[in-house]
């Protein structure tokens, strides 16, 4: 137990090759199970990570045409990433890493240890041809790389996000990394509240808050659970 009323839970994160500091969908995947199963009775969960504490808030079904909607909403509380500058002779490694993407913008985040490319729009994001082997060679984990949604796609940015180091060539949809796009986005459209959409091979849409004055991310999502297993000890 926490300090708090909630409960806390000591949390760690791998892939299939290392242990990393923070991941959005393990988080919401295990408060997922701690909230259905009724391990808990409480809404909100404290997990102690080496990032620090990070909450799972459990949202209530809202209404819909008088009905209630099934499941529930889960909002993770992390922290995010500050947006750092970023050293301009990697800039060429990087672009080469890309194949050639025409970059606009780069820096890195503070916490994750990602280098954050911005190109001149979501569709070259979408077009980007990453190089794996050279992205292996990059400094630090991970390679994000985002742009402006296009007008009327109901989006404020899109992203992806490459780091081989991890086992991951191109992560699905990455929590994590938009605790560094948050950062970067809030200052340069002036919100705080963003719409965003991952253009990998599946997709997936992040609603997301920045708090700029306590450096936090929030992000809002469902889970299901698709698999039980038993471990005999």
Known sequence: MGTSNNPRFHFRYFTHLNEVK???HATLAAAHKLFSSGLVDT?????????GVVTAKKITANLQNGAVCDGFDIEIDL???????????????????LNGASIIDIKRTKIGDDIL??????????????????ISKCRGRGVIISGVAPPGSGFDFYSRYF???????????????HCGLASY?????GKC?????????????????????SQRVLLRGKAVTVMEGCVMV
Request: glycine residues 8%.
């Open 22 to 24: 923070i991941c959005g």
């Open 163 to 177: 780091c081989p180091k991890d086992g991951v060539n191109e992560d699905e949809v990455c929590g994590s990394a």
């Open 43 to 51: 809404h909100i969960i404290e997990f102690y990570t080496v990032s």
């Open 193 to 213: 509240d963003f719409n965003a959409y991952q253009v990998s091979s599946r997709g997936g849409i992040l609603k997301i808050h920045f708090d700029e004055k």
């Open 79 to 97: 922290p995010a990433h500050p947006i750092i500058e970023c050293n301009l002779d990697e800039t060429s490694q990087i672009s080469g890493a």
């Open 117 to 134: 490319v911005v190109v001149a729009s979501g569709e070259n994001v979408r077009e980007v041809e990453p190089q794996f082997d050279a």
């Open 185 to 189: 986005w809030s200052k340069k459209l």
